[in-house]
């Protein structure tokens, strides 16, 4: 009975050594962060997916890109999704350069897509943003957990060198609180993992996406008169 209540999970991280604690510390906090940015990442990802189907709906039903653009320009910054920012720069560019004097339509086209690489740059970074924080959890918290592990396996043993003959209730504590280490490493990478090899694949898929829809509509701004 006292060899069962000491191995409670309680137990064992109140009898750790500082350093094991710290290390669970450590690997709770980044485990609670990376949960936090999954969720979030979670609904981005779910929002730019929704965004992009209702303007792709509206772009190829809506043969007027002025009025097209006046609609995108009068919503909520909030309230518009990737495609329509990459819209209304691309737009917004071909209407300055138009104006101007002395551009001929090679030129005319070729800005008009930078204005759309320009701003589907930056609706990336957004979409990418806090991937690279999963990915390093993901990689990095088995081995904090590990590194928990062994001092705490090696504080068992040097334990056990002052007593003459070892019994499993003085191995069996040591053991188990370094062990918790490690299953809390893997607590916080396996979720990281699945999530970011996830959100790498949706941001990709978009991505695609994104760029097929500025060559689209450089066909279509080509062919206005």
């Known amino acids: 009975m006292d060899l069962i209540r000491d191995l409670s999970l309680v ?20 485990s609670l962060m990376s949960w936090w940015y999954i969720f979030l990442k979670m609904f981005a990802v779910r929002a730019a997916k929704s965004q992009a189907q209702e303007f792709e709906d509206a772009f190829w039903g ?10 995108a320009s009068s919503k909520l910054r909030h309230d518009q999704g990737a495609l329509e920012h990459i819209f209304a720069a691309g737009f917004a560019e071909f209407v300055k350069l138009k104006k101007t004097h002395g551009v001929d339509s090679a030129a005319l086209m ?27 959890v993901g990689s990095v918290s088995p081995y904090i957990g590990l590194l928990g592990t062994v001092w705490g396996i090696m504080n068992a043993f040097r334990g056990l060198s002052s007593v003459g003959q070892a019994t499993l209730a003085q191995v069996a504590p040591g053991i188990a609180e370094a062990l918790v280490a490690t299953a809390m ?20 898929r978009l991505s695609s996406r994104f760029e097929s829809f500025i060559e689209e509509f450089s066909n279509v701004l080509q062919r206005q008169p």
């Open 185 to 204: 490493g893997l607590f916080a990478a396996i979720p990281a993992v699945v999530a970011y090899n996830r959100y790498v694949h949706d941001v990709a």
């Open 62 to 71: 809506n043969p007027n890109l002025v009025a097209l653009y006046q609609q």
């Open 110 to 136: 070729e800005g008009t897509r930078r204005a759309m690489r320009a701003r589907y740059q930056r609706e990336m970074d957004h979409l990418e943003s806090h991937l690279s924080f999963l990915a390093t």
């Open 11 to 30: 137990q064992l991280i109140g009898n750790a050594s500082l350093l094991v604690q710290l290390v669970m510390g450590l690997l709770l906090g980044v």
